[in-house]
């Protein structure tokens, strides 16, 4: 059962060709302007270069910004009836949370996969380890942002989950140091947001865990912060929306 609906919703997000070629240009588009054009992007960094630090904060957005619409997608099926026939089949809660992460995991390989066959191109430096381990912190991470566009996508009616969550996610890409680099009461806030630490991680086997301020001042993050960020984040979104589509599920 739960394959079976795994297939279909993957079928479903295939023939949304609009919404993939702006999931996957975007992020492509992102890197090109603030890494490859850049001169600084040769800058050298712990196991890799400034350009690569790039790649990874816009293969980031890029995938964020995917799962977690396909979860605030949800508001629209919810709309639509399609919870109510889902609700008349033996899914659990849990599974259809479970789906909706899978089914996030499988799209956010596309911008990521476009964005780092670009700056493989260009003047992206990093050892195989650091590539190796960023790309796929990159594509286990996304997890979490699906779970964020679905409890956005049960609290928030209809298309204008799709709002909130592109409009949050625009606050969060630059409280997570995605596009401009963050310093003092900023930075302190900054590492309790999510992106901040599936960013931070992300970054680790390219930076070590330095971070670039806006003060000029490199900060050392140690492995544990992101982590922890990480982690909490996961449990509390993961109970979240278990709780509002079991709520949702049972209203209808």
């Known amino acids: 059962m739960t394959l079976t609906i795994l297939k279909l919703e993957i079928r479903r997000v295939v023939r949304d ?23 600084y992007g ?14 990874v904060a816009m ?9 977690a619409s396909l979860g605030a997608a949800t508001a629209i099926e919810r709309a639509t009836g399609w919870g109510r026939q889902l609700g008349l089949t033996p899914l659990g809660d849990g599974q259809y949370v479970a789906i909706k992460s899978a089914l996030a995991v499988v799209v956010a390989i596309i911008p990521i996969t476009i964005v780092s066959i670009i700056g493989a ?12 381990l960023s790309i796929s912190i990159l594509i286990g991470g996304s997890v979490l942002f699906a779970l964020y566009g679905l409890v ?13 969550v592109s409009g949050s996610l625009v606050v969060l890409s630059f ?16 590492r ?26 490199p900060v050392h993050e140690a492995l544990w912060m992101p982590l922890t960020n990480v982690a909490v984040w996961l449990v509390i ?16």
């Open 17 to 39: 060709r609009v919404r993939l070629f702006f999931t996957a240009i975007m992020p492509a588009f992102f890197y090109v302007i603030f890494g490859a054009a850049q001169s």
């Open 192 to 217: 309790f947001t999510p992106l901040y630490g599936y960013a931070t991680l992300a970054r680790y086997p390219v930076s070590d865990g330095w971070v670039v301020s806006s003060d000029g001042d």
């Open 152 to 164: 956005l996508g049960q609290l928030v009616r209809g298309e204008a989950a799709l709002g909130a």
């Open 59 to 67: 293969a980031a957005y890029g995938a964020v910004a995917a799962t």
């Open 42 to 55: 040769s800058i050298k960094v712990a196991h890799g270069n400034v350009a690569m630090m790039i790649m």
């Open 121 to 132: 191109s260009t003047d992206v430096e990093a050892t195989p380890k650091a590539w190796v």
């Open 175 to 190: 409280l997570g140091n995605l596009f401009f680099p963050l310093s003092g009461g900023w930075l302190t806030f900054a």
């Open 237 to 252: 979104l993961a109970v979240a929306a278990t709780l509002l589509v079991r709520r949702s599920r049972a209203r209808q």
